[in-house]
């Protein structure tokens, strides 16, 4: 038996339980791990609160992310006593996830964790901090480089948004940071490398088709009208990486940018990412991550603190990294 916080539904209700849990109940899976970390992110507070539709069955065991301990394995690539992070592969959703003192996972799913990284540290970073590199490398891999010009990222307060922040500024590359809250944002923004700070509402006007070449490239993690607006300022030949859907799904934008101007739009997706690239991913966090980085506001909480975390953070009540002690 072990503990874990279980979400149920009654009468369409969201009910959120701390309980203990046989291991006879675990999804199936290759691999069981003894998890040391999770987080909680604005994504598992609004399926622990039951404000969104996140989760995909009942019962569920919110948790986006996890870092652990293998106790049992049925596959080669891993073997009791190995360290392993797992993040995204609608686990929290479809599949139990990290606020549990155990898990049953797809080895495919896992990455061994960085020899340079406690199981705290890799839960700062979680999934967002992957897709940020995932969306900095695509920026790279384009050809864009720092003497190109300033590159844009969109939502850089966000957790995905902060990190492209630090993990640009650590290559050299000039960052305009958009945030919703410049005036309470901006500092920290700065702190982490932004060299300029831009208000939100800004990218929120109706876009033209092309405006003025203002950025060599963008990470946007909106989209739709804020994504349309970045894509007609790019400037030729540049590159955009989109992660996000918060705007929505539609894209109010036109041809134009892409066939004038040459701008290259990649999405990316930290789940449909080949195992070799989330591992030179998570190689990269951390060999581009200052130590300063870790040293940023982390709330550290246990398992009973959770529910309260979580209608908290979904009123923009929490600022910093949550981080749970399992």
């Not at 992310?65 to 992070?85: C, F, N, Q």
């Not at 139990?96 to 705290?120: I, Q, S, Y």
């Amino acid at each position: 038996m072990f503990k874990a916080l279980v979400l149920e539904q009654e009468d369409k209700k969201t009910l959120a339980t701390i309980r203990q849990v046989a291991t006879s109940e675990l999804p199936e899976g290759d691999v069981l791990i003894d998890v040391d970390y999770s987080s909680l992110n604005y994504k598992d507070g609004l399926a622990i609160t039951g404000k969104g539709r996140i989760v995909r069955q009942f019962p569920m065991v919110p948790g986006v992310d996890l870092t652990g301990t293998v106790a049992e394995s049925s596959d080669d690539r891993y073997h009791v006593g190995d360290k392993v992070v797992l993040t995204g592969w609608g686990v929290g959703e479809g599949h139990w996830g990290g606020m549990a003192e155990k898990a049953r996972l797809k080895a495919d799913w896992l990455v061994p964790l960085p020899t340079n990284l406690d199981g705290k540290q890799a839960m700062m970073v979680g999934t967002a901090g992957l897709t940020a590199m995932l969306c900095v490398q695509a920026i790279v891999d384009a050809g864009v480089t720092p003497d190109d010009g300033e590159i844009l990222v969109t939502g850089a307060s966000g957790g995905v948004g902060s990190v492209a922040v630090t993990l640009l500024a650590q290559l050299g590359y000039k960052v305009a940071a958009v945030t919703g809250r410049a005036e309470t944002n901006g500092p920290l923004l700065k702190q982490l490398g932004a060299t300029s700070i831009i208000d939100r509402s800004v990218f929120e006007e109706p876009a033209r088709p092309l405006d003025k070449q203002l950025w060599a490239g963008a990470i946007d993690t909106v989209g739709s009208k804020v994504l349309a607006k970045v894509l007609s300022q790019i400037n030729y030949n540049g590159a955009v990486a989109i992660c996000g859907l918060a705007g929505g799904f539609d894209l109010p934008t036109t041809v134009m940018p892409f066939i004038l101007r040459n701008v290259r739009l990649q999405g990316i997706d930290s789940v449909m990412c080949p195992f070799e690239k989330r591992q030179q991913a998570w190689q990269r966090l951390t060999e581009l991550l200052p130590a300063s980085y870790f040293e940023q506001a982390c709330r550290e909480v246990s398992l009973e603190q959770v529910a309260e975390c979580a209608e908290a953070i979904t009123n923009g009540q929490i600022t910093g990294r949550v981080v749970i002690k399992l």
